[in-house]
T-cell receptor
Framework: KQEVTQIPAALSVPEGENLVLNCSFT??????LQWFRQDPGKGLTSLLL?????REQTSGRLNASLDKSSGRSTLYIAASQPGDSATYLC????????????????FGEGTQLTVNP | DAGITQSPRYKITETGRQVTLMCHQT?????MFWYRQDLGHGLRLIYY???????DKGEVPDGYVVSRSKTENFPLTLESATRSQTSVYFC?????????????????FGSGTRLTVV
């Protein structure tokens, strides 16, 4: 059974700092990995999606990397801002087709990020 | 606008009552999912659907019923609500899409329904 772990569980940094959030998964046979952001009381917003054949994806100040063989992904946030404060969730999708593998997302518990002004 | 919408946003119901949470998506995605999110448990899959009239159980299906008569709708029904079903419920959809190009098979989530059973 796939297990996803995110470290650290919580992180507090001063504004402007570059930071890295970590995600590890136990079964490297994944289809893709997705990073989400969740603000308190809100839904999940997709940040970056990395297919299993890709090594990284970038969007603005965000960069996500994937090392499938070692079962790891990192989310790098450059020049953090107070507006980046949220919970960041990593999720892996094991299959493309729902009929064969369920195509389910397995989520980590998240990293709660606070960026202080 | 294309997207996925859930209703109601908030719901309070009494133990034993039936309640239905609605989910509607405009991506024409084949796959739809229901998750619940609870402190200490994270996100857990309740039910999922591969297409209209095709549904299957996830991790925590007991006490829930789903249907999918149309591709765009995937309602979740609590047949007899219990306090343990107090939670935030999220609907999600994913490609493949029945029309046009699907966005890389990523998941799109709705804004959630916060359900309280008293």
């Amino acid at each position: 059974k796939q297990e996803v772990t995110q470290i650290p569980a919580a992180l507090s940094v001063p504004e402007g700092e570059n930071l890295v959030l970590n995600c590890s998964f136990t079964d490297s046979a994944i289809y893709n990995l997705q990073w989400f952001r969740q603000d308190p009381g809100k839904g999940l917003t997709s940040l970056l999606l990395i297919q299993s054949s890709q090594r990284e994806q970038t969007s603005g100040r965000l960069n996500a990397s994937l090392d499938k063989s070692s079962g790891r992904s990192t989310l790098y946030i450059a020049a953090s801002q107070p507006g980046d404060s949220a919970t960041y969730l990593c999720a892996v999708r094991e299959g493309r087709w729902i009929e064969t593998s369920g195509s389910r997302l397995t989520f980590g518990e998240g990293t709660q990020l606070t960026v202080n002004p | 606008d294309a997207g996925i919408t859930q209703s109601p946003r908030y719901k309070i119901t009494e133990t034993g009552r039936q309640v239905t949470l609605m989910c509607h998506q405009t991506w024409s995605h084949s796959y739809m999912f229901w998750y619940r999110q609870d402190l200490g448990h994270g996100l857990r899959l309740i039910y999922y659907s591969a297409a209209a009239d095709i549904t299957d159980k996830g991790e925590v299906p007991d006490g829930y019923v789903v249907s999918r008569s149309k591709t765009e709708n995937f309602p979740l029904t609590l047949e007899s609500a219990t306090r343990s079903q107090t939670s935030v419920y999220f609907c999600a959809s994913s490609g493949p899409s029945l029309v046009g190009r699907s966005p890389n098979y990523g998941y799109t989530f709705g804004s959630g329904t916060r359900l309280t059973v008293v």
